[in-house]
T-cell receptor, first 113, second 109 residues
Framework: KAGVTQTPRYLIKTRGQQVTLSCSPISGHRSVSWYQQTPGQGLQFLFE???????NKGNFPGRFSGRQFSNSRSEMNVSTLELGDSALYLC????????????FGPGTRLTVL | SQQGEEDPQALSIQEGENATMNCSYK?????LQWYRQNSGRGLVHLIL?????REKHSGRLRVTLDTSKKSSSLLITASRAADTASYFC?????????FGKGTRLSVIA
């Protein structure tokens, strides 16, 4: 089975712009979670989606949003980018909401200038 | 917060030695997991231990869980240079997983 894929792998944006990141889960996995990783804050949970519904949301401002499609692929969007949004954004999939093991993609490295 | 806290933050050992990392958390959990992350890459699941288990093995990995102390340890035996990575514990009471800030392990050949 192919693993979790994330596109793009690297992205450079300027302050004020918006960005959309994409995640394709492992085939058959219906739950997708997003995390932001920075040196200072570590891994922080952004959102979790299951069957196109957001089940959980982390403590991030409304500039961070996401969605999941019927094929379980997910996107996250960050609007009005700030320098502090520079981070590695990780997507993880799991079979369903009762599966504890998460399978991570390689991440998207976002740099905001 | 139930965030796990790994200890030490960084660890440097010689190849062949054992490496021990600890994780403490604050609230009751259902499961505790350990993940590895190579520099700038995604996380890889290593092992899951349930709250009613005390010890679990997987290859060169040994995980213990002490729910009375709200702590877990990860032991990597006979370490290799390829074990150089960051190691995170993740706890769940209810979703989502909450990760600690990790232990950075360097194995010197």
């Amino acid at each position: 089975k192919a693993g979790v894929t994330q596109t793009p792998r690297y992205l450079i944006k300027t302050r004020g712009q918006q960005v959309t990141l994409s995640c394709s889960p492992i085939s058959g996995h219906r739950s997708v979670s997003w995390y932001q990783q920075t040196p200072g804050q570590g891994l922080q949970f952004l959102f979790e989606y299951f069957s196109e519904t957001q089940r959980n949301k982390g403590n991030f401002p409304g500039r961070f949003s996401g969605r999941q499609f019927s094929n379980s692929r997910s996107e996250m969007n960050v609007s009005t980018l700030e320098l502090g949004d520079s981070a590695l954004y990780l997507c993880a999939s799991s079979l369903d909401t009762t599966s504890f093991e998460q399978f991570f993609g390689p991440g998207t490295r976002l740099t905001v200038l | 917060s139930q965030q796990g806290e790994e200890d030490p933050q960084a660890l440097s050992i010689q190849e062949g030695e054992n490496a021990t990392m600890n994780c403490s958390y604050k609230t009751s959990i259902n499961n505790l997991q350990w993940y590895r992350q190579n520099s700038g890459r995604g996380l890889v699941h290593l092992i899951l231990i349930r709250s009613n288990e005390r010890e679990k093995h997987s290859g060169r990995l040994r995980v213990t869980l002490d729910t009375s102390k709200k702590s877990s340890s990860l032991l990597i035996t006979a370490s290799r240079a390829a074990d150089t990575a960051s190691y995170f514990c993740a706890t769940d009471a209810n979703t989502p997983l909450v990760f600690g800030k990790g232990t950075r392990l360097s194995v010197i050949a």
